[in-house]
Nanobody, 126 residues
């Protein structure tokens, strides 16, 4: 089981990036998929999650209204569109998958997810 993130990079504040998470060996549509991020010296935090059951989405308060998570089942990917990026969004972003990862709603944690990607770096600075 392997997840691969892509789309990270460096942007100025106010810019946009689109991250993508692809699964190489299983059907991502039956899994809850989340994006987490980890900044230097900080704990890994949940950014967004999309449920497999009804595609309900959850967002951290810090990204609500700026980030959008979505599925493309035909492409077996989950994307995170990030708009109006801020310096505090700088982190390594990880995608994670599990059958019931965000089944508890907005309270999901790294330990709830069995499968992880290697991460992609997002830098927001002027």
């Amino acid at each position: 089981v392997q997840l691969v993130e892509s789309g990270g990079g460096s942007v100025q504040p106010g810019g946009s990036l689109r991250l993508s998470c692809a699964a190489s060996t299983f059907m991502l549509d039956i899994y809850d998929v989340a994006w987490f991020r980890q900044a230097p010296g900080k704990e890994r935090e949940g950014v967004s999650c999309i449920s497999s059951r009804d595609n309900t989405t959850y967002y951290a308060e810090s990204v609500q209204g700026r980030f959008t998570i979505s599925r493309d089942n035909a492409e077996k990917t989950v994307s995170l569109q990030m708009l109006r990026l801020k310096p505090e969004d700088t982190a390594v972003y990880y995608c994670a998958a599990d059958l019931l990862g965000c089944s508890s709603g907005s309270h999901y944690y790294p330990a709830d997810f069995a499968y992880w990607g290697q991460g992609t770096q997002v830098n927001v600075s002027s």
